[in-house]
Each structure stands twice: as C-alpha cells, then as structure tokens.
C-alpha cells in the first residue's frame, strides 16, 4: 500500500508538471510563459507530492529505502505527464500544442547526450534552490519567490528537466529510442546537479 500511495503521489507530481508545460506551451512569449510554469512546482510542494528532480536531491540525506523509491518515483511521472498530455490533446488546442512541444523535442533530440547531462545537471542546481528555499526559508514571500526564480532561470537558461521533457515528448507523440535515451541521459544530469549543492554545502560547513 505505501509504494502504491507513492507511486499515485509521483502520478499527481508529474500532472501538476504537465499543466506547468501546458502553461508554457500557451503562452505567446517565453517569460510569461516560464513565470506560469512555476504552477506546476507550486503545485507539487505544496500538496506534498513526489517529483523525482526534487527528491533526488536529498537521497544522500536519507537512508537506502529512499534511494529504492527514486525509480518508482520517476515512472509516476512519466505515467503523470502521459496523462496530462492526452488530457491536453484531446481539446481542440491539441494540434497547436503538439506543433509547439515538437520544436522543443526537435532541439533535443539533435543535440549530444553530453549536452543534455549538463543542461540536466545545471536544471537541477536551480531545483535544488527553489526547492530548499521553499522548504527552509523562513518568510512567506521568500518561499514562494524561490520557487518563482528557481523555475523560472532554468527556463529561460535553457536547461533541461526530465519531467518536463517527458511532457513534452509525450504531447508532440515525439516518443522514440533515441527519445528514451536523451530523456534518461537528462535524468541522470539532473540527479547529479541534484546532490551537487547538498555536498558542497555539507562540506563547506565541515570547514567552519
């Protein structure tokens, strides 16, 4: 019962990201359009739910049995974000949307795995603060303006998130090995920009 609740819990995640995407998608200009995606991390912490770039943050600070949920963690968002894709696609904005996420894909899948691992890596730097500012700064405005400049540079900075990829591949039906494998090439950037923050802060606090 407890891997069932999270794996529902990374479903919620990963449609609370797609309406984030479909945010963007709608929007006629980049900004405004990277400041509505924050909906969909505002979404996610504040219900509490799993979202795989988030918690992979802290798995050096939990035990074993949270590093196990990771996978299932990032299944439920990619089975999230299927879902709120067919929702999107079945309304008449369906074929716009499908044309604007197939650019996105485009610039992706052409570019080198390299790339990828470190636009992933450099997202999640920008996860990390929005997601550790939310949860530890200790004024309400402050919170929720990390979770707007977090989301919002690694939009406008071109960087990659996994979840919001998988949105995007799955709404422009652009689904394909090489898909599969640049989406867990960014995964893997993202768990690694994820814990990057985290260690250099424990360590600069040894320094002390």
């Keep these: 019962m407890k891997k069932l609740s999270l794996f ?11 309406l984030g995407g479909l945010a963007f998608l709608s929007a006629e200009n980049r900004i405004p359009g990277a400041a509505l995606f924050t909906v969909g991390l505002f979404c996610v912490c504040t219900f509490g739910f799993h979202l795989f770039t988030g918690k992979v943050c802290y798995v050096f600070q939990n035990d074993r049995a949270y590093a196990l949920d990771l996978p299932l963690i990032w299944l439920g968002n990619l089975a999230g974000t299927g879902a709120a894709a067919l929702f ?23 570019d080198s795995l390299l790339s990828l691992f470190f636009l992933g890596l450099l997202c999640n730097i920008f996860i990390y603060i929005a997601v550790e500012g ?14 707007f ?13 996994c979840v919001a990829d998988m949105f995007y591949f799955w709404i422009a039906q652009a ?34």
């Design 8 to 18: 529902v819990s990374a479903v919620l995640a990963g449609i609370s990201i797609g």
């Design 88 to 110: 999107a696609s079945l309304t008449r904005n369906g074929a716009a949307l499908q044309e604007k996420a197939m650019g996105l894909c485009q610039t992706k899948l052409n």
């Design 134 to 147: 939310y949860k530890n700064n200790p004024h309400e405005l402050g919170k929720y303006l990390s979770l």
């Design 149 to 161: 400049f977090g989301v919002m540079v690694f939009i406008l900075s071109g960087t990659e998130h």
């Design 175 to 208: 689904w394909s090995g090489r898909a599969a494998v640049c989406i867990l090439v960014i995964s893997l950037g993202n768990a690694a920009g994820g814990v990057l923050l985290p260690l250099l802060r424990e360590l600069a606090g040894r320094s002390r």
